[in-house]
DNA sequence: AATAATTTCAAACAACTGTTTAATACAAGC
DNA sequence: GCTTGTATTAAACAGTTGTTTGAAATTATT
C-alpha cells in the first residue's frame, strides 16, 4: 500500500515533473500524457500512484509551497530582535527572489500565481498553511514600523500595497518584458527591484505615521 | 416584424457571450459550445460569424478593451492644466474602478487580466494600441511629480509600484476575499482603495524627490 | 523455487473538443 | 412563380482528453 510520503522514484518524479508541467501550462491545458512523457512512465502512471488528474495537481500545488519555503526560509524577517525596517527589508528581498528565481523554483512560484491568479478547489487547502502564516507574518513588520496603533484597514491596506508591488513582477510579467526586459534581467536586476520596493514602501510608510491635516 | 425584434444580432450577442464565457473560464476551458448556447444559436455559428474560436478570443479580447476605455476614459487624467498629484489620484481611481466594477465591465477587465497573466498570441496585438499608451501616461504623471531630473529606470520602478498596487485587487483577488473580504466589498471601499494607493504612492514620490546617499 | 503482491504496459474506452458538411429555411430581386 | 445569396440547423468528423482494463513483467515473501 503506497502512501503520500512513501519515497518512490516514480512517485517523485511524478511530482517534480508535474509542477513543471503545470507550471507551464496551467491545470486544463496540462495534460497527464505530457507528464507521463516527460517522467519516461506509462500515461497510466498517474491514476495509479496518485487518484486523478486533479489529485496530482492538489499535491504538486503543496509540494511546490513546500519547496519555495523551504529554500527561501523566512528565518531573518521572523527575528523580532531586528529592527523592523530591516526585517520588511530582508521579507521583500526574500519573497521577490522567490518569484522571480530562474532555477526550478521559478516554477515552483509560477504554479502557485497561476492557483492564486485563477483559483481551483485546491487553493483552500494551501491558503490556511502556507499564505496565512506569511501574510501575518507582513502584517506584524508593519504594525511595529506604523508604530502609533492604527486602524487594522491601514496595516491591512499597506500590507496588499507592498504585496502587490512584489506579486507585479509575477502576474504581469508579459507587460513588463515587453516595456522594460532589462529590469528583471538578471539577479543583480532582482536585487535592485527588491531595494526599490522596500524604499518606496519604507518613505510611504514613515509619512503615514505622521498625522495627516 | 424580425425588424422590430429588440434582440441583437448573433454576431454582436457572440461577441458579448464570449467576453462573458472566456472571463469566466479562460480561453482554453471555454467551449465554443457553452457559448453558442448562452447566445441561444446553433454550435456552428463561432465558425460561421467568425473563422475560428481564436478569431472569436481575439476579437472579444478587443472589445473588451474599448468598452473600458469608452465606459471610463482617462480625460481628467490626461488634462496637462492640472497639477500632477490630482492626475494620478484620478488615474488610481479610474484604474481601480475600472478593475472592480462589478457590472459587465469587470468581466471585461478579468479577461484582460487572464490574458495579461497568461498571455496568448492575441496580447501582441493589444500591447501597443490599449496597454502603452496608458503606461505612457502614467510614466508622464510620475515624471511631474518627481520634478527633479531622476533616471529612467526611477520612474519605471515606480511605475510599476504603482501599477502593482492597482493590479494587486484584479490578479490576487483570491486572495484579499479570503483574508479581507470588507476591503472590496461595495463602491465605498473601492473608492478608500484608491485614496490609501493615492497616498501610499504620493508619500513614496515625494520621499524619493529628496536626494540620498 | 514457488507463490503472492506490486508495478508497468499497450490498448481500448467514453466523453468532449473545434470544426466541417450538407441539407434546409428564408429573405429579397427578377 | 423562380432564382440567388444568406442564415440556420442537426449531424457527423477527426482529434484529444482522463481514465480503465487486463495481461505481462517485476519484485517481495515464504
Redo the contacts between chains.
Keep these: 500500500m503506497t502512501q503520500s510520503t512513501a519515497i518512490e522514484p516514480v512517485f517523485d518524479r511524478l511530482l517534480q515533473v508535474a509542477v513543471e508541467v503545470f507550471a507551464e501550462y ?1 491545470f ?2 496540462a495534460t497527464v500524457r505530457e507528464i507521463c512523457s516527460r517522467a519516461h512512465v506509462n500515461a497510466a502512471s498517474v491514476n495509479y500512484y496518485f487518484r486523478s488528474k486533479e489529485a496530482l495537481y492538489s499535491q504538486a500545488l503543496a509540494f511546490a509551497f513546500r519547496e519555495t519555503n523551504r529554500l527561501y526560509p523566512q528565518d531573518a524577517a521572523l527575528d523580532k530582535s531586528l529592527p523592523p525596517e530591516q526585517r520588511l527589508a530582508v521579507f521583500i528581498n526574500n519573497f521577490l527572489h522567490k518569484l522571480l528565481d530562474d532555477s526550478q523554483l521559478g516554477l515552483h512560484s509560477k504554479l502557485i ?2 492557483e ?4 481551483t478547489n485546491a ?1 483552500d487547502d494551501i ?1 490556511e498553511t502556507a ?2 502564516p506569511q ?1 501575518a507574518l507582513l502584517e506584524d513588520i508593519i504594525r511595529q514600523i506604523l508604530k502609533y496603533p492604527v486602524d487594522n ?2 496595516v ?3 500590507l ?2 507592498i ?7 509575477k ?2 510579467r ?3 518584458d ?3 526586459p ?2 528583471v534581467a538578471d539577479a543583480a536586476a532582482i536585487q535592485a ?1 527588491a531595494e ?2 522596500t ?3 519604507l ?2 510608510l ?3 505615521t505622521l498625522p495627516k491635516e
Tied chains: 1, 2.
Design positions: 496551467g486544463r491545458e500565481a497561476r492564486i491568479a485563477d483559483p487553493l491558503m499564505i496565512v501574510i484597514v491601514v491591512q491596506r499597506c496588499l500595497s504585496l502587490g508591488q512584489c506579486l507585479m513582477f502576474h504581469s508579459s507587460i513588463i515587453h516595456l522594460y532589462d529590469l527591484g526599490h520596493i524604499q518606496f514602501s518613505a510611504a514613515s509619512r503615514l
